[in-house]
Antibody, heavy 120, light 109 residues
Framework: QVQLQQGGAGLVKPSETLSLTCAVHGGTVSESDWSWIRQPPGKGLEWIGEINQGGSTNSNPSLGSRVRISVDTAKNQFSLTLISMTAADTAVYFC??????????????WGEGSTVIVSS | QSALTQEASVSGTVGQKVTLSCTGLSNSNGPYAVTWYQQLPHGSPKIVMFGNALPSGIPDRFSGSRSGSTASLTISGLQPDDEADYYCSTWDYSLSAVVFGAGTKLTVL
């Protein structure tokens, strides 16, 4: 059974870069597609983006070119990089496995979440 | 900004049936199924329904439906453990992105 373990910095200064990782346990990172989702304090979920088995990525237009998602097969993990952080990026960040097919897109396994605070 | 609209809050008593709605489905979502996530306080989201399919381990008190631009999640025989935030989600072709509703806080009285 696949489990996801998140890691990365909790406090980021404004204008700096966020780096988070998500280690895959009980499975192989190359065998699935993966997503990142975030949740600002007291608010709802926002999809950040995804990376597929072929290494192609897709991100939420609202975040523009600030997002980079990558896979490290040697470490069996995938990562999120978000540049030019501002206070509006303060949120709990979740990683998730994507299960999708004909006309459905599900995030069926989730990490525990990483709290990220943007503050000087 | 959510393209999908959900009630901010819904409440019900133990044993009651409640229905949560998700409106705003459009051609941008095509035939994509709506997925419903349950998020317990301080927890990670969990799928409780996609389309009208019940994931393994989810009690059949949960059911899903769709009519036109609205998807619904119905919970029958409401239990205290059902108290959570519920989010609807689907794919948006025009954005090439997943969209979520703003979420409904379900309170079990």
């Amino acid at each position: 059974q696949v489990q996801l373990q998140q890691g990365g910095a909790g406090l980021v200064k404004p204008s700096e870069t966020l780096s988070l990782t998500c280690a895959v346990h009980g499975g192989t990172v190359s065998e699935s597609d993966w997503s990142w989702i975030r949740q600002p304090p007291g608010k709802g979920l926002e999809w950040i983006g995804e990376i597929n088995q072929g290494g192609s990525t897709n991100s939420n237009p609202s975040l523009g070119s600030r997002v980079r998602i990558s896979v490290d097969t040697a470490k069996n993990q995938f990562s999120l990089t978000l540049i030019s952080m501002t206070a509006a990026d303060t949120a709990v960040y979740f990683c998730a496995r994507v299960s999708h097919g004909d006309y459905y897109y599900n995030m069926d396994v989730w990490g525990e979440g990483s709290t990220v605070i943007v503050s000087s | 900004q959510s393209a999908l609209t959900q009630e901010a809050s819904v409440s019900g008593t133990v044993g009651q049936k409640v229905t949560l709605s998700c409106t705003g489905l459009s051609n941008s979502n095509g035939p994509y199924a709506v997925t419903w996530y349950q998020q317990l306080p301080h927890g990670s989201p969990k799928i409780v329904m996609f389309g009208n399919a019940l994931p393994s381990g989810i009690p059949d008190r949960f059911s899903g439906s769709r009519s036109g631009s609205t998807a619904s999640l119905t919970i029958s025989g409401l239990q205290p453990d059902d108290e959570a935030d519920y989010y609807c989600s689907t794919w948006d072709y025009s954005l090439s992105a997943v969209v979520f509703g703003a979420g409904t806080k379900l309170t079990v009285l």
